[in-house]
T-cell receptor, first 115, second 115 residues
Framework: GAGVSQSPRYKVAKRGQDVALRCDPI?????LFWYQQALGQGPEFLTY????????KSGLPSDRFFAERPEGSVSTLKIQRTQQEDSAVYLC?????????????FGPGTRLTVL | AQSVTQLGSHVSVSEGALVLLRCNYS??????LFWYVQYPNQGLQLLLK??????LVKGINGFEAEFKKSETSFHLTKPSAHMSDAAEYFC?????????????FGSGTQLTVLP
């Protein structure tokens, strides 16, 4: 079956613009995670959803970052008033188990460049 | 809090030589441990994982890793490198945090395979 997909794959934004990044998890996967991967670094946790509930948003770096998963499938990560330090690859991962106890399956990521 | 240290941001080996990528972790509770591989412009792919049980774990593409609690290590090995193994490798630790098992990643090791 299809894996995790993300769109757009690449996004260039001017500083101050709002952006929305989409994640389509594997069908039926309960858990969904967002990670931020800065250049030359490993991914860092941003937030976690179990179905439509956002159970952990402790990794979101500021209140400019907002994520939602209203119907428990597709998720959107929104960044308001983008800053240059937001430039990174944003990875989405889904897992069939609650809490990500099983393997997390990663999408290809969205590379965000803020000019 | 848990953390992961990958020794050597760049490792070069000759084709056919042993691959050894080092990973040390810190965790106050028994961790789950993972190795992921990332090819350019692609998402993370799971190579292998340790949760409980046998400490020597075999993964895909001939890779294996051994969990050594006394050394807090989870080094990745492959007896004979192939050109196709050239990629970035991430070690990760998963510890229950709130409602989910967040992944904490190391900063990655770029593996180059020389002909």
């Amino acid at each position: 079956g299809a894996g995790v997909s993300q769109s757009p794959r690449y996004k260039v934004a001017k500083r101050g613009q709002d952006v929305a990044l989409r994640c389509d998890p594997i069908s039926g996967h309960v858990s969904l995670f967002w990670y931020q991967q800065a250049l030359g670094q490993g991914p860092e946790f941003l937030t976690y959803f179990q179905n439509e509930a956002q159970l952990d948003k402790s990794g979101l770096p500021s209140d400019r970052f907002f994520a939602e998963r209203p119907e428990g499938s597709v998720s959107t990560l929104k960044i308001q008033r983008t800053q240059q330090e937001d430039s990174a690859v944003y990875l989405c991962a889904s897992s069939p188990a609650r809490g990500g106890y099983n393997e997390q399956f990663f999408g290809p990521g969205t590379r965000l460049t803020v000019l | 809090a848990q953390s992961v240290t990958q020794l050597g941001s760049h490792v070069s080996v000759s084709e056919g030589a042993l691959v050894l990528l080092r990973c040390n972790y810190s965790s106050s509770v028994p961790p789950y441990l993972f190795w992921y591989v990332q090819y350019p412009n692609q998402g993370l792919q799971l190579l292998l994982k340790y949760t409980t049980g046998a400490t020597l774990v075999k993964g895909i593409n001939g890779f294996e890793a051994e969990f050594k609690k006394s050394e807090t290590s989870f080094h990745l090995t492959k007896p004979s490198a192939h050109m196709s193994d050239a990629a970035e490798y991430f070690c990760a630790v998963s510890v229950l945090s709130g409602s989910a098992r967040q992944l904490t990643f190391g900063s990655g090791t770029q593996l180059t395979v020389l002909p």
